[in-house]
T-cell receptor, first 117, second 115 residues
Framework: DTGVSQNPRHKITKRGQNVTFRCDPI?????LYWYRQTLGQGPEFLTYFQNEAQLEKSRLLSDRFSAERPKGSFSTLEIQRTEQGDSAMYLC???????????????FGEGSWLTVV | KQEVTQIPAALSVPEGENLVLNCSFT??????LQWFRQDPGKGLTSLLLIQSSQREQTSGRLNASLDKSSGRSTLYIAASQPGDSATYLCAPSPISSGSARQLTFGSGTQLTVLP
């Protein structure tokens, strides 16, 4: 168990460029989440996968954002035509499917910092 | 919509002191609540998970309590150490989030433990 891995850890890009972040969840975790965090705030939910199916998307996820989890393992988050307001830390998290009403611990990665200049 | 408030926003204490961090949430219909620690520029480290049916959880010097009916949770840190300095975030998982079991975060309490 090597934890949730994210890369790149830091990305500086010019406005209008596309960027892609990758997340490798803890093995055998079938749930994968993306969150976004800006300075001084707690993370905000973006989207959630169960295996390869994207089951929920936040209204924060504009049309410029797309996330995939092609084989139910790693996931990518792509931001097209980046804007300065996209500057944030993008956090990936994973967990096992809950047992009934009991929830399981959600484990986060180290995050990918995006700076749009 | 679930709203989470953490008080105080910042706290500075001398080493060795016991302290309490507070978290309140508006929607008491939750699956569970997690407490996390975040070091500057880093991701989140899970500290404790309390199921909705539980009253408290303990791990080492940490004890988290949950009063679901009043929408409150506290994180108690005993014998604080400089290494405890970080931002502490609480995150209930509201039942309204459905099968996603997503977390709703507060803005955190920034703790500084002075040597």
């Amino acid at each position: 168990d090597t934890g949730v891995s994210q890369n790149p850890r830091h990305k500086i890009t010019k406005r209008g460029q596309n960027v892609t972040f990758r997340c490798d969840p803890i093995s055998e975790h079938n749930r994968l989440y993306w969150y976004r965090q800006t300075l001084g705030q707690g993370p905000e939910f973006l989207t959630y996968f169960q295996n390869e199916a994207q089951l929920e998307k936040s209204r924060l996820l504009s049309d410029r954002f797309s996330a995939e989890r092609p084989k139910g393992s790693f996931s990518t988050l792509e931001i097209q035509r980046t804007e300065q307001g996209d500057s944030a830390m993008y956090l990936c998290a994973s967990s096992r499917r809950p047992d009934g009403e009991l929830g399981n611990t959600i484990y986060f990665g180290e995050g990918s910092w995006l700076t749009v200049v | 919509k679930q709203e989470v408030t953490q008080i105080p926003a910042a706290l500075s204490v001398p080493e060795g002191e016991n302290l309490v961090l507070n978290c309140s949430f508006t929607d008491s219909a939750i699956y569970n609540l997690q407490w996390f620690r975040q070091d500057p520029g880093k991701g989140l480290t899970s500290l404790l998970l309390i199921q909705s049916s539980q009253r408290e959880q303990t791990s080492g010097r940490l004890n988290a309590s949950l009063d679901k009916s009043s929408g409150r949770s506290t994180l108690y840190i005993a014998a604080s150490q400089p290494g405890d300095s970080a931002t502490y975030l609480c995150a209930p998982s509201p039942i309204s989030s459905g099968s996603a079991r997503q977390l709703t975060f507060g803005s955190g309490t920034q703790l500084t433990v002075l040597p």
